[in-house]
């Protein structure tokens, strides 16, 4: 009776530790490849300026487009949330980690001809296409962490100041499986808001226009 009783313990606990397990694989399966101005993925960001007023940071300022992958053959992936956090060099504060809600969908690779892994590099040669890839609108500094910024500003170094976000992007498969991309850093300088003029930013602006075909 007692092997009995260690034998359905021990299968509960790995049915639990199993069942609804989330799948973090560095972006073998699920590719988050780079930011991009839009949504089709013709220019790219590499980093950003970000202008600090009076009111503290416009979040409508910081919205990019993540280039994403999906690897899995015969799955798409239904994409849910993007993860942020944020790292001041020489800040005395930490600024929270937080997420947004992303409403995407990568479709499942195209398998066939001209679907030969390419020299160097894990992506089939589709991997700028639109079968197997998307570009998902997301905020990268939501209006909870605009303020944060603002109601903290004596906290931070004095304007202009680096802002590195490291991003990655989680949802499930076709198959039920929670699944998590690479993350990808992007720069961000943040800078009073009269340095730029003091007017709206132009939306081709606070980015690096970086091509497609140099990205790695």
């Not at 007692?2 to 799948?23: E, H, M, N, P, Q």
């Not at 202009?160 to 949802?171: D, H, N, S």
């Amino acid at each position: 009776m007692k092997l009995i009783k260690l034998f359905l313990i021990t299968f509960v606990a790995f049915a639990v530790s199993c069942g609804d397990s989330t799948r973090n694989d560095n972006g073998v399966s699920f590719t988050f490849f780079g930011w991009f101005q839009d949504d089709a993925g013709d220019v790219g960001a590499t980093s950003g300026t970000l202008p600090l007023d009076g009111s503290g940071i416009n979040s409508n300022n910081v919205q990019l487009f993540g280039g994403l992958q999906n690897n899995l053959t015969g799955q798409f992936i239904r994409i849910e949330r993007a993860f942020h956090s944020y790292t001041v060099p020489g800040s005395s504060i930490r600024i929270p980690d937080t997420s947004v809600g992303v409403a995407s969908f990568v479709r499942p690779p195209v398998v066939g001809t001209g679907d030969a892994v390419q020299s160097g590099t894990t992506l089939p040669t589709n991997a700028f296409t639109d079968a197997g890839a998307a570009y998902a609108g997301t905020s990268l500094v939501p209006p909870s962490i605009g303020q944060y910024i603002s109601l903290n500003r004596s906290q931070l170094p004095e304007l202009p100041f680096q802002m590195i976000i490291t991003t990655y992007y989680e949802g499930v498969t076709s198959g039920g499986r929670r699944i998590q991309s690479n993350p990808i850093q992007l720069e961000i300088v943040v800078v009073s808001d009269l340095d730029l003029g003091g007017g709206a930013v132009d939306e081709g602006a606070p980015v690096d226009e970086v091509p497609v075909e140099d990205l790695p």
